[in-house]
């Protein structure tokens, strides 16, 4: 069985025992027998094992985890502690600085919002170093959008946040008439420098949400 939050555990575990599954399971232990592959194996499902699925309250979507040496741990968009920022999350943070008038942070580790009750969910789980996107069709992709409509079958009054056209096509797995989603382009500079990422407000808009439904707001 794989080592996961409980809540998230009972919440999956039919998934757990596809064939799909088991494939994966199979690749990725030889991907990570045989090359450098990230975040580390204890790490891997550090999303769910940080936000529990009773406490997720806004879920932010990204691709694959960073491919880089002590960058990724587990948590779209974050770093561990003292690893320089990437250009996107720099731009996430730039975002909160003219949003809520936040000091830009030090640390890039999201694991404060994880545990406030942001998911902070990749659709791919895992990387090869340096190799973006190498483990991409292998399965995660399935597990993560049943993770995604069990969230919103099951859930009430999630905020999810889709940034960029990756995260957009998420849509159709969520019912708008139980949660509310906001998007925008993705935080990349491609993206960011652009247009289409600056100027969301995505993070007032989401306490401002909470703050409706008298739920305590994010510290973002």
Not at 153 to 176: M, P, T
Request: net charge positive; with cysteine.
């Amino acid at each position: 069985m794989v080592n996961i939050a409980p809540s998230w555990k009972e919440k999956l575990a039919g998934e757990f025992e596809k064939p799909y599954f088991k494939n994966l399971t199979d690749f990725i232990r030889q991907e990570y027998r045989n090359h450098q592959c990230y975040p580390g194996g204890k790490e891997i499902f550090a999303a769910f094992d940080h936000c529990p699925f009773e406490k997720t309250r806004v879920v932010i979507i990204g691709q694959d985890p960073y491919h880089g040496p002590n960058q990724a741990n587990g948590l779209c968009f974050s770093v561990k502690d003292g690893v320089p920022h990437p250009p996107s999350l720099i731009n996430i943070f730039k975002e909160i600085e003219s949003d809520l008038g936040l000091p830009y942070p030090k640390s890039g580790n999201l694991e404060r919002w994880a545990k406030q009750g942001v998911l902070l969910l990749n659709a791919t789980l895992t990387v090869r170093a340096h190799r973006p996107g190498s483990h991409q069709n292998q399965g995660w992709e399935q597990f993560t959008d049943t993770v995604i409509q069990t969230l919103s079958q099951e859930s009430e009054k999630v905020v999810f946040l889709l940034w960029g056209g990756f995260a957009k096509k998420k849509k159709r797995l969520i019912d708008e008439s139980k949660h509310v989603i906001l998007t925008s382009g993705h935080p990349s500079p491609l993206s960011a420098n652009r247009g289409y990422w600056f100027g969301n407000k995505h993070f007032s808009q989401t306490n401002n949400i909470l703050r409706k439904r008298k739920t305590p707001q994010i510290a973002w």
